[in-house]
């Protein structure tokens, strides 16, 4: 009895036994089969978000920019076979031009019935001071525009005050190039802040004069002293002399030359300045004037030497090759 008793209770454990195995062979391969799920998804996520689409899914797609436009590539014609002209390029502004218009300067109609003549660059000297009427001023700003209307560089001495200020800035904000030269000892006393355009420093007032011939194709003096007029009249004895054949003129602003041209034609009359080299200097009330007639200049003195027997030693000015940055053939005047 005991013995059959035994045998149930171990057939009863057996079954419970081998339930409780399938059930964990069951729970077992179901975890298998959860995994393998787990890595075919994610197998195919990273397909989908390595491999990219396929030309045929784009090819007839619009993408959407940020700038919520759409953006498609559209064929360029074919310059050898489109009858239509290739785009024109957008115009050069020139410096200045911007502040022009919004002034509502006129320079650009006074440019287009002023073409550009014989002149690249013109020599102006002139004050570091104003004077003491604003006719001046005006003067100094009316041949500032004028050479900007006919595309004309300035050359002058270098300062930022007077009218060698007024007619550098006017010059420069017109989109013209500018270019100063003075002595350094001179710098503290004529350059006021910040210098107008590019500035070239020399040793002497000699160098500076020489410099600024070098480097125009005509001169104008506009009102002013000692300085200005020493300028004019180192210009004209260079003409004279055969240095130089390049256009002298003199802007007579309200008269202010009278007196001097009625000493040249006194000199003249007793004898001491040709009548051919009286002709020399051309004057005008008025730039526009002036600048015609320079224009229409043709040398009629006959020169005293050869111009290209001008040293600058033969000058007075006591250099040497040696001495000086430039040579004699560089000093002799273009």
């Known amino acids: 009895m005991v013995q059959m008793v035994r045998a149930k209770l171990q ?84 410096r200045g031009q911007g502040r022009q218009e919004a002034m509502g300067d006129n320079s650009a109609a006074a440019a287009a019935a002023s073409p550009r003549g014989r002149f690249g660059r013109i020599c102006v000297f002139c004050g570091s001071n104003a004077g003491n009427r604003a006719v001046f001023g005006d003067a100094a700003l009316q041949l500032g525009q004028e050479l900007v209307s006919r595309e004309i ?45 590019e500035v070239k420093i020399v040793s002497d007032m ?16 506009l009102p002013g002293g000692y300085g200005t007029m020493e300028e004019l009249l180192e ?52 730039a526009h004037e002036l600048l015609t007639k320079m224009e229409q200049y043709t040398r009629s003195h006959q020169e005293v030497a050869p111009r290209t027997s001008w040293e600058m030693s033969e000058l007075g000015y006591g250099k040497t090759p040696e001495e000086s940055e430039l040579t004699w053939h560089e000093y002799i005047v273009p």
Request: charged fraction near 20%; glycine fraction near 10%; hydrophobic fraction near 40%.
């Open 235 to 286: 210009m004209i004895t260079w003409s004279q002399l055969g240095i130089h054949d390049k256009p002298v003129g003199l802007l007579n602003v309200d008269g202010y030359y009278d007196p001097l041209l009625a000493l040249f034609d006194k000199g003249a009359a007793e004898g001491f300045i040709k009548a051919d080299c009286r002709q020399i200097i051309v004057s005008a009330p008025t």
């Open 206 to 221: 000699h160098e500076r004069k020489a410099e600024m011939a070098r480097q125009s194709d005509a001169f104008i003096a």
């Open 11 to 94: 057939e009863k454990a057996g079954c419970h036994a081998n339930a409780m195995g399938t059930s964990w062979c069951n729970l077992v391969h179901l975890t298998l089969q959860i995994n393998q799920g787990i890595k075919k998804k994610r197998g195919a996520i990273a397909s989908e978000t390595l491999m990219p689409p396929s030309f045929e899914a784009l090819k007839d797609s619009n993408f959407p920019r940020e700038d919520n436009t759409v953006h498609r590539k559209e064929k360029l014609p074919n310059p050898a076979t489109s009858s239509s002209p290739p785009p024109s390029p957008s115009p050069i502004r020139r």
């Open 153 to 197: 560089e300035l050359v002058y001495g270098g300062g930022s005050v007077g009218l060698m200020g007024l007619i550098a800035q006017t010059v420069l904000d017109g989109g013209c190039g500018v270019l100063g030269v003075i002595p350094k000892a001179l710098m503290p006393t004529e350059i006021s802040g910040a210098s107008v355009g």
